[in-house]
């Protein structure tokens, strides 16, 4: 499979919605997760991601312009022991309460869809990435629409080993269009830089500049179990 640079790819699309991307830094020293969000409406933009211990929370940046938040105040990022779970959505509660009571991330996304926004159907995309002493090991997932039917919801899960230098991106969708069309085909495997500043800098700079609103990339050394996490909202409070 190829390996894309992530500076070469992300301004293929405009519009990716909302991406995850796992795995290990090229010297392979650290475990890497990254998660964005994109959004074409005021509801969507109007938030900022907010670090909460070693959770990351989506909150309002201008609480007199809450709406909806059904679909779009979550927690993305959340930790338990030596995994971080990141979703697209409320799922991450599911799977944080699934692997809690020793069941596994399948067991949790078997019980959940896609999202019931009609007619763009946003696909429920998710991760998890272990670090332990024996190596790093990680899945993503995406739960969508079958070609847009409302009434059946196609299942996948991707796991990785963690043996190979390097990513795995998986979003939500394929292009800028209406209705949005949901991503296909196995995730694009990227270059991860060694420098947490790097790759943060690499996925901003190279997302829409209209539709991007928050970044959160966490580096975990593999080897002493350090910490390393970087937000960037587009609005500062």
Request: proline share 4%; net charge negative.
């Amino acid at each position: 499979m190829k390996k894309y640079i992530l500076s070469d790819l992300l301004p293929q699309n405009p519009y990716w919605g909302r991406g995850i991307i796992l795995g290990l830094s090229e010297d392979r020293n650290n475990a890497v997760c990254a998660y964005f969000i994109m959004g074409r409406s005021e509801n969507s933009r109007n938030r900022i991601f907010v670090e909460e211990g070693e959770n990351i929370n989506i909150k309002a940046f201008d609480e007199s312009k809450i709406t909806d938040t059904s679909l779009t105040h979550y927690f993305p990022v959340k930790v338990l022991g030596n995994t971080t779970i990141v979703t697209n959505g409320d799922q991450t509660d599911t799977i944080h309460k699934y692997l809690s009571s020793g069941r596994s991330f399948e067991d949790a996304l078997n019980i959940r869809c896609f999202e019931p926004d009609t007619p763009n159907y946003t696909p429920r995309i998710s991760g998890v990435i272990n670090v332990a002493t024996e190596g790093v090991t990680f899945k993503l997932s995406i739960l969508k629409s079958a070609d847009g039917n409302a009434a059946s919801c196609n299942r996948f899960v991707y796991s990785y080993d963690g043996g190979l230098a390097g990513g795995r991106f998986i979003h939500t969708y394929k292009a800028d269009a209406n209705p949005l069309p949901s991503y296909d085909g196995e995730p694009w495997f990227v270059e991860l830089p060694n420098d947490i500043d790097e790759t943060t800098k690499t996925i901003w700079n190279n997302l829409n500049t209209d539709n991007k609103i928050s970044l959160f990339v966490r580096y975990i050394g593999i080897d002493n179990g350090i910490t390393q996490t970087r937000i960037v909202n587009k609005h500062i409070k």
